[in-house]
């Protein structure tokens, strides 16, 4: 009993790109990134994910060089501090700096400041 061959296919041709059927302008990406974290529920996540880019603007340039913001979630901002002495300099700021992140972020998404003193070890702890 012999087996059917089947004949081999040829790979499909690639489109050419110079082909004027094909051309159209390139869309923004922009709206099409928005429109995917808003299906996923994802936009408040992206909002306080801005606090790294803009922390400067919220802590002001003598606070950030001592300070660095590690994360935002559920309305908790975690900044690290090089010393105790920025440690108490951030916690007697700390309602300015929920009043200005929310102001530059958007409303309600700085609740309350904690502080972690040391230095980042690399592996998501500090050191105390």
């Known amino acids: 009993m012999s087996a059917k061959r089947r004949p081999k296919r040829r790979p499909a041709e690639p489109p050419d790109p110079d082909d004027p059927s094909r051309k159209r302008e390139p869309a923004p ?17 992206l909002e306080g994910a801005r606090i790294h880019a803009v ?10 060089a001592h ?8 309305g908790v ?6 010393s105790s ?15 200005r992140a ?14 972690v003193t040391g230095a980042d070890d ?3 702890r500090t050191r105390r």
């Open 122 to 124: 690399g592996r998501g």
């Open 77 to 82: 901002l975690v900044v690290r501090v090089a």
């Open 29 to 45: 990406l922009k709206p099409l990134l928005e429109s995917f974290a808003s299906h996923r529920g994802w936009e408040r996540r």
């Open 85 to 99: 002495t920025w440690a108490t300099q951030v916690r007697y700021l700390s309602s300015d700096l929920v009043e």
């Open 55 to 64: 922390w400067e603007e919220i802590a002001g340039a003598a606070l950030a």
């Open 67 to 74: 300070t660095e913001p590690v994360r935002l979630h559920g």
């Open 102 to 115: 929310n102001a530059v972020l958007g409303a309600d998404q700085v609740h309350r400041v904690t502080v």
